[in-house]
């Protein structure tokens, strides 16, 4: 079985500041995927950023980035200079490959609050 | 644009009544399709796995006669809440996925139906 845990229900930044969302997994599995995704208010997902773990390079795509350890299982995001439009729920996902079709493990959520 | 579209977005049915959603992907063929349930302030919670030409893959603790979903195109996916009652109220949000075998590829969702069962 593989876990994915979100220890923070809530975190708030100020506008223009930077915020870490922490992110744990557990899973036997070596070869796997780990994403971050964005739920606004409309709860449409929004896929952010994604991460292969066989990559030691962390991920970047413009103000979001990810800090991945794997051996200590963790995938945090990180999110520069903040904006507004950033407040959303932020949840982690861990895919992998089961018998040949994707098998998906969502965190609990994290709620950004963005303070102008 | 959106890449997967899912309807209706919302609907309000009285108890008793079967309800379909629909799921399609507009620009690619979707080999898996995901079914999921969302609560309010709480994480998606996959229902079932939908691959393309074969029975779906229920998660444990969901009713499969109850919540039946079919797959029959490589652009569409159903799912159907038969005789749905108050506690089937909820968000179901559907993704697809361009490819099987990859683990890479990041899933594409819907905008999410809100279905209210009265």
């Known amino acids: 079985a593989q876990t994915v845990t979100q220890s923070q229900p809530e975190m708030s930044v100020q506008e223009a500041e930077t915020v870490t969302l922490s992110c744990t997994y557990d899973?036997?599995?070596?070869?796997?995927?780990l994403f971050w995704y964005k739920q606004p208010p409309s709860r449409q997902m929004i896929l952010v950023i994604r991460?292969?773990?066989?990559?030691?390079q962390n991920a970047t795509e413009n103000r979001f980035s990810v800090n991945f350890q794997k051996a200590a299982k963790s995938f945090s995001l990180k999110i520069s200079d903040s904006q507004l439009g950033d407040a959303a729920m932020y949840f982690c996902?861990?895919?992998?490959?089961?018998?040949?079709?994707?098998?998906?493990?969502f965190g609990t959520g994290t709620k950004l609050q963005v303070i102008p | 644009g959106a890449v997967v579209s899912q309807h209706p977005s919302r609907v309000i049915c009285k108890s008793g009544t079967s309800v379909k959603i629909e799921c399609r992907s507009l620009?690619?063929?979707?080999?898996?399709m995901f079914w999921y349930r969302q609560f309010p302030k709480q994480s998606l919670m996959l229902m079932a796995t939908?691959?393309?030409?074969?029975?779906?893959?229920?998660e444990q603790g969901v009713e499969k006669d109850k919540f039946l979903i079919n797959h029959a195109s490589l652009t569409l996916s159903t799912l159907t809440v038969t005789s749905a009652h108050p506690e089937d109220s909820s968000f179901y949000i559907c993704?697809?996925?361009?490819?099987?075998?990859?683990?890479?590829?990041?899933?594409?969702f819907g905008d999410g139906t809100r279905l209210s069962i009265l």
């Open positions: 993704s697809a996925s361009r490819r099987r075998f990859y683990s890479n590829q990041p899933q594409h």
């Open positions: 899973t036997s599995e070596s070869d796997y995927y």
């Open positions: 991460q292969e773990a066989y990559k030691q």
């Open positions: 996902a861990l895919i992998k490959n089961s018998g040949g079709y994707q098998k998906v493990t």
């Open positions: 620009d690619f063929q979707a080999t898996t």
């Open positions: 939908s691959n393309e030409g074969s029975k779906a893959t229920y």
